[in-house]
């Protein structure tokens, strides 16, 4: 069955610096989001991807965050400068289409020390 | 914009009896409705989901789900749970923004 494949599966990083989150979709999907979870809470939407460019961010996708598909296959997730509340779950998910059901990646964990 | 409730943070079921756990959203027109499972340390897997059509929905694992339009309901059903079903699980709209919307997760505990 076809995955979505997210590197690394845990990293933890110093305040400040930058960190890449990386997601491989599934190959025939044209939509492609990321969701975090804090310790605890609920798993919250931050972006959506389509068509090369954002589709829709939240108020939490500020401008410390970024998303790029640099080829054909890989979606990553950079956070420019990172704070402790960053700390999180960081889901990738992709989809066929917009109203179709996700298919998540296992999550990377973030840990800003 | 679309909201979802999962009344119960934490269930204990005994191995062989039956499982429902209860998912209210708030949405003002017809609603995408996902279930997703997620076990320690693992990501989100979808278990079913519904667009429209039969309000009673087959999924993975042996878990079906029933949208109740009146009662802005879409719980989730096992008969027969296995200590594999021990695992947290969200309830999850999208509305017209194409965006998920997860509840806060029920954690299910399986006792022998």
């Known amino acids: 069955e076809p995955e979505v494949t997210q590197t690394p599966s845990h990293q933890v990083t110093q305040m400040g610096q930058e960190v890449i989150l990386r997601c491989v979709p599934i190959s025939n999907h044209l939509y492609f989001y990321w969701y975090r979870q804090i310790l605890g809470q609920k798993v919250e939407f931050l972006v959506s991807?389509?068509?090369?460019?954002?589709?829709?961010k939240s108020e939490i996708f500020d401008d410390q965050f970024s998303v790029e598909r640099p080829d054909g296959s890989n979606f990553t997730l950079k956070i420019r400068s990172t704070k402790l509340e960053d700390s999180a779950m960081y889901f990738c998910?992709?989809?066929?289409?917009?109203?179709?059901?996700?298919?998540f990646g296992s999550g990377t964990r973030l840990t800003v020390v | 914009a679309q909201s979802v409730t999962q009344p119960d943070i934490h269930i204990t079921v005994s191995e062989g009896a039956s499982l429902e756990l209860r998912c209210n959203y708030s949405y003002g027109a017809t609603p995408y409705l996902f279930w997703y499972v997620q076990s320690p340390g693992q990501g989100l897997q979808l278990l079913l989901k519904y667009f429209s059509g039969d309000t009673l929905v087959q999924g993975i694992k042996g878990f079906e789900a029933e949208f109740k339009r009146s009662q802005s309901s879409f719980n989730l059903r096992k008969p027969s749970v296995h200590w594999s079903d021990a695992a947290e699980y969200f309830c999850a709209v999208v509305g017209n923004d194409y965006k998920l919307s997860f509840g806060a997760g029920t954690t299910v505990t399986v006792r022998a």
């Open positions: 998910a992709s989809s066929v289409g917009q109203d179709d059901g996700y298919t």
């Open positions: 991807f389509y068509n090369n460019e954002i589709s829709e």
